[in-house]
């Protein structure tokens, strides 16, 4: 879902919850910032996966997962240089995880992000082992 603007929305965001019952939810164009903590953002029952933007107004991505999904932050991916993505693991029974992840490419994307994007595709389609 493109949020734009998660911070007014959250009353929204919860009753589609409510309703659907998903067990991820992603989010592009959260417009957070460093200055707002996640107590803010938060839904009972979630983990909260994000990236902001580092420069400039809008953009960032998130995922809300179910407590009811064993998941953990794949900071390698997330943090793979690509301006915004955030990535994490979901358990799915003793030997297998799911990699999930959730990508904003913005219109304005300049030709180098355009390559970190498919760099982090390929890194994210040849994952095996990723934590």
């Avoid at 164009?29 to 902001?52: A, P, V």
């Amino acid at each position: 879902m493109n949020a734009q603007s998660i911070n007014n929305k959250l009353p929204e965001l919860q009753q589609i919850i409510t309703d659907k019952a998903p067990k991820i939810v992603g989010l592009t164009e959260t417009w957070l910032h460093e200055d707002i903590n996640e107590g803010e953002i938060s839904l009972m029952n979630f983990q909260i996966y994000r990236s902001d933007r580092q420069q400039g107004n809008g953009g960032g991505v998130l995922m809300y997962v179910h407590d009811s999904l064993v998941s953990s932050p794949c900071q390698e991916l997330t943090d793979s240089g690509f301006e915004e993505s955030v990535w994490c693991t979901v358990q799915l029974n003793r030997t297998s995880k799911l990699l999930v992840g959730n990508i904003y490419r913005s219109p304005a994307s300049s030709n180098e992000n355009n390559l970190k994007l498919l760099t982090l595709l390929q890194k994210a389609k040849e994952a095996r082992n990723i934590t």
